[in-house]
Nanobody, 121 residues
Framework: QVQLVESGGGLVQPGGSLRLSCAASGSIFSINAMGWYRQAPGEQRELVAVITRGGITNYADSVKGRFTISRDNAKNTVYLQMDSLKPEDTADYSC???????????????WGQGTQVTVSS
């Protein structure tokens, strides 16, 4: 089994910053892409950012220039640095990892538990 544990959410004022972390552990042979989704109440889930194992990144237009995704392959961890936060960034943020599991070498997607980010004054 593989587990993803997120941390770093919370309440921040507009213009502030937060850093989310997501650490994968368990029967991991390797991890391909990792990324973050978010979902606000009453809204569709949105892909925020994704990063390949080699470090190629892609962002939603709504966060380009404000958010930065990075990863530490040695620690099986992905980060999301969020700067210049806006109230419309308020959402539940979930990480994912496309994991090649040790036992079967199957490639499966695993999800974190979600962490709430609230941007409000």
């Amino acid at each position: 089994q593989v587990q993803l544990v997120e941390s770093g959410g919370g309440l921040v004022q507009p213009g502030g910053s937060l850093r989310l972390s997501c650490a994968a552990s368990g029967s991991i042979f390797s991890i391909n892409a990792m990324g973050w989704y978010r979902q606000a109440p009453g809204e569709q889930r949105e892909l925020v950012a994704v990063i390949t194992r080699g470090g190629i990144t892609n962002y939603a237009d709504s966060v380009k220039g404000r958010f930065t995704i990075s990863r530490d392959n040695a620690k099986n961890t992905v980060y999301l640095q969020m700067d210049s936060l806006k109230p419309e960034d308020t959402a539940d943020y979930s990480c994912y990892a496309n994991v090649v599991v040790t036992t079967t070498r199957a490639a499966l997607r695993y999800w974190g538990q979600g962490t709430q980010v609230t941007v409000s004054s």
